[in-house]
């Protein structure tokens, strides 16, 4: 069997996301595994090609992984015509005019979440990919964590019954960086630069209920900026002009009610850093990255109100975790393994620039929502409005 090679150009990966999870946990563990296997048995093998603006680092980071080739010419590796797919991970602001740029010199593409800060772009960008012929995909890597596959098999089996609602909560503390530093970078707390908690959530909340709940049908969402003041990489104390919580309540079409708290001001005392949890007629489940525990009908116990006495039962101890029946691999790294597959031509890839633009509508809409203070339904998208 034949080792084919697919270059990519991997534009932001001097980032957290960019570096962590698709340079070192995807496109590095693929190379070291041989490849991605296809169909045939030939595997389809890697071949990256660094970009960024700093020299310095982006060579230094290619030395650490095993990289041959990296650039500061971003115009010189489009023009590459043995590189076919262009990744980004840099700044949202930035991502649309890039991602153009790519289609352009007739690359396929594939980006970070959100696809851009507006939805008039998103489709712009959509209809561009499509019009060109390249093929395209946006991260959306919650959709294989463990804890939401889970989720999807009880559901998928009809442990819930009739579902009824949802509830998941977001967040950590996010340090303001004057006692300890931040762990987030601080264009994340400037509107002015493409940051804010309902941009960045949203997104992800969109196809996360799509794909395992339910399609969206209407929104009602309030932000806040809870913490005005931070202190940014080199402690110089800054106006935190976006939002950094959201607090967000969705109707899907199938009935379901939907509360959804993302914050970066909130303290864990829950599972894990994102819950979910699922109840239905016939059960619940609540799951986090990793697992998921369930309580049956037959299963629930029957609790009486008493204030007026110390709790003495562990509601904890009546539910079952889900058990591990399969290996799960890193969710960017299986969704980077299905893009690249698509690219050879084998299987389709529905997670496209179109899912992309839909969760920046939901984050329009959701920005809409808090500042008219009212419900609003979501229109379906087909990717020609505006055209």
């Known amino acids: 069997m034949a080792t084919l090679r697919i270059g990519i150009i991997m534009h932001g990966v001097t980032g957290r996301m960019g570096m962590n999870q698709h340079l070192i946990r ?6 070291k595994q041989g490849g991605v296997t296809l169909a045939n048995g030939d595997r389809l093998l890697p071949d990256p090609i660094l970009v960024g603006r700093n020299a310095e680092r982006i060579a230094a980071l290619a ?22 797919v262009f990744f980004d991970a840099a700044t949202t602001q930035a991502r649309p005019a890039l991602l153009k740029r790519a289609v352009q010199a007739g690359k396929h593409i594939y980006c970070e979440k959100p696809v851009a800060t507006n939805l008039a772009e998103a489709l712009d960008l959509y209809r561009a990919a499509r019009a060109a012929g ?5 991260v959306q890597d919650k959709l294989w964590l463990p804890g939401l596959r889970k989720l999807q098999l009880l559901n998928d089996a009809g442990f819930f019954g009739q579902v009824l609602s949802v509830r998941g909560e977001f967040g950590y503390w996010v340090f303001e960086g004057d006692l300890q530093p931040t762990q987030r970078p601080s264009w994340n707390y400037r509107s002015e630069d493409g940051g804010g908690i309902i941009l960045d959530m949203l997104c992800h909340w969109r196809y996360v209920l799509d794909n395992v709940f339910g399609k969206v049908r209407s929104v009602s969402c309030l932000g806040a900026t809870h913490i005005p003041q931070r202190w940014d990489e080199q402690g110089k104390p800054y ?28 303290r864990v005392r829950r599972d894990d850093l994102v819950t979910f949890q699922v109840d239905g007629t016939h059960g ?20 009486v109100w008493n204030p007026d006495v110390r709790q003495t039962h562990d509601f904890f101890d009546d539910w079952v975790k889900v058990p591990d029946t399969t290996v799960y691999d890193n969710a960017f790294k299986v969704q980077w393994e299905l893009f ?3 690219v050879a031509g084998e299987g ?33 998208l087909t990717g020609r409005e505006g055209a």
């Open 63 to 84: 030395r650490q992984y095993g990289i041959e080739r990296w650039s500061v010419d971003l115009d010189k590796a489009l023009a590459n015509p043995d590189d076919t």
């Open 26 to 31: 995807s496109i590095v563990e693929i190379r």
């Open 134 to 138: 390249v093929k395209h995909g946006v």
């Open 284 to 303: 619940s489940a609540v799951a986090g990255l990793t697992d998921c525990w369930t309580q049956s009908r037959v299963n629930t116990p029957k609790p």
């Open 239 to 266: 106006r935190a002009t976006a939002d950094d919580a959201a607090y967000a309540t969705f109707e899907l079409e199938n009935g379901v009610i939907v509360q959804l708290n993302s914050s970066w001001c909130v």
């Open 348 to 380: 389709e890839f529905r997670w496209n620039l179109l899912e992309g633009a839909k969760g920046v509508q939901l984050v329009e809409l959701g920005l809409q929502s808090w500042k008219e203070r009212r419900w609003l339904d979501v229109p379906e």
């Open 340 to 342: 690249l597959r698509h």
